[in-house]
């Protein structure tokens, strides 16, 4: 079982460039999630998805965009880089949001913006 | 930031020896989990504990919770090389509104466990 699947594992930008991370669960969960996570800072939610067809903005969404693009998949983009994005980016998915038991992670995206 | 604070921030042990691991929340919660992130990796789900609970435990895992104080220990008991990694507790705070849990799972700021064999 592959679980959640993140592309690319790492990436350089150039400050203003832009990107799309991208990442896909085929365990049939409902909501889907995007994390970054910065030394001495824990996880920090950047957007969620409860279902197909809806996002929310999480802790700290400014920079950020996003797509559930179906059940499976749910995007982040970053339209315009700054250094203040380098980051390891975390997708994860679960069966709902109302009362999560359980995240399962993807392996990251080490994101380095220059 | 109702982010949870985690302590200590690192901890290195022997192979054999007991490693314990707090957290704390400030928010009133439904349940509270534990996970682990291997160098390099994504986190990986332990153990969960719900408001009700006060411990519980699964293989050489203990977890405790005490909502009075607004904390939670994890202990990992007869510690191996393997378990060596970055630990985080989580916890999806309850809104202010009807009590109900719908969101966002908020994690503490991990504690980074070496045990040296």
């Known amino acids: 079982n592959a679980g959640v699947t993140q592309t690319p594992k790492f990436q350089v930008l150039k400050t203003g460039q832009s990107m799309t991370l991208q990442c896909a669960q085929d365990m049939n969960h409902n909501s889907m999630y995007w994390y970054r996570q910065d030394p001495g800072m824990g996880l920090r939610l950047i957007y969620y998805s409860a279902s197909e067809g809806t996002t929310d903005k999480g802790e700290v969404p400014n920079g950020y965009n996003v797509s559930r693009l179906n059940k499976r998949e749910f995007s982040l983009r970053l339209e315009s880089a700054a250094p203040s994005q380098t980051s390891v980016y975390f997708c994860?998915?679960?069966?709902?949001?109302?009362?999560?038991?359980?995240?399962?992670f993807g392996s990251g995206t080490q994101l380095s913006v220059l | 930031s109702q982010q949870g604070e985690e302590d200590p921030q690192a901890l290195s042990i022997q192979e054999g020896e007991n490693a314990t691991m707090n957290c704390s929340y400030k928010t009133s919660i439904n349940n509270l989990q534990w996970y682990r992130q291997n160098s390099g990796r994504g986190l990986v789900h332990l153990i969960l504990i719900r408001s009700n609970e006060r411990e519980k435990h699964s293989g050489r895992l203990r977890v405790t919770l005490d909502t009075s104080k607004k904390s939670s220990s994890l202990l990992i008991t007869a510690s191996r090389a393997a378990d060596t990694a970055s630990y985080f507790c989580a916890y999806v705070p309850r809104s202010n509104a009807g009590g109900t849990s719908y969101g966002k799972l908020t994690f503490g700021q991990g504690t980074i466990l070496t045990v040296h064999p």
């Open positions: 994860a998915s679960s069966e709902r949001t109302w009362m999560v038991e359980k995240l399962f």
